[in-house]
């Protein structure tokens, strides 16, 4: 069946700093992809989505790009901020069922 | 735009007590799932559904009883809550598939079992 692998946290990095959060995929055919935000005490957020191989998805400087060839899509972000602090989860759609990782805190120090 | 609300926020349940977790949307969204997530587990399907009166199991049913008259509503009933249920709970809706979808989270319910 379909599922979703992440890369587990939690990550700590200082303000300005490159990230990147791993996660790769199996499924059957061409998922969409997604990365969703969560900030405490909230409900998950989209936070971009990509829908065929190649495509980047973008959004408030997180990008990530779909790469059926090792079956990828890693967020990235040049310089990140306190205010990005989160836990971020990778997720794959397969016929109206939303298959979730298990999610990667992010923390941030200024 | 009220988007997807869930009710209660927070419920402290007693062993072998039943209770239903609200969840409306007013997007007219057909496809409707419950989650409920643990720590290290990510989010779990419980239950879903694709349109009123079309249920379907999710990975983790077992304890969980659906139903969807409306477009618009989706309770979850817990029929006899056991402490193994303790944890947070979110309803989702979503539109399409394939390459035209994306899914909208209520603000979940943080259910403890005693």
């Known amino acids: 069946g379909n599922s979703v692998t992440q890369m587990e946290g939690p990550v700590t990095l200082s303000e300005e700093a490159f990230l990147t959060i791993n996660c790769t995929y199996t499924a059957t055919g061409y998922p969409s992809l997604f990365w969703y935000v969560q900030y405490p005490g909230e409900g998950l957020q989209l936070l971009l989505k990509a829908t065929k191989a190649d495509d980047k998805g973008s959004n408030k400087g997180f990008e990530a790009t779909y790469r059926k060839e090792t079956t990828s899509f890693h967020l990235e972000k040049g310089s990140v901020q306190v205010s990005d602090s989160a836990v971020y989860f990778c997720a794959l759609e397969g016929t109206y069922k939303y298959i979730f990782g298990t999610g990667t805190r992010l923390k941030v120090l200024a | 735009n009220a988007g997807v609300t869930q009710t209660p926020k927070f419920q402290v349940l007693k062993t072998g007590q039943s209770m239903t977790l609200q969840c409306a949307q007013d997007m007219n969204h057909e496809y409707m799932s419950w989650y409920r997530q643990d720590p290290g587990m990510g989010l779990r399907l419980i239950h879903y559904s694709v349109g009123a009166g079309i249920t379907d199991q999710g990975e983790v049913p077992n304890g969980y009883n659906v139903s969807r008259s409306t477009t618009e509503d989706f309770p979850l009933r817990l029929l006899s809550a056991a402490p193994s249920q303790t944890s947070v709970y979110f309803c989702?809706?979503?539109?399409?598939?394939?390459?035209?979808?994306?899914?909208?989270f209520g603000q979940g319910t943080r259910l403890t079992v005693v």
């Open positions: 989702a809706s979503s539109y399409g598939t394939g390459e035209d979808t994306e899914a909208f």
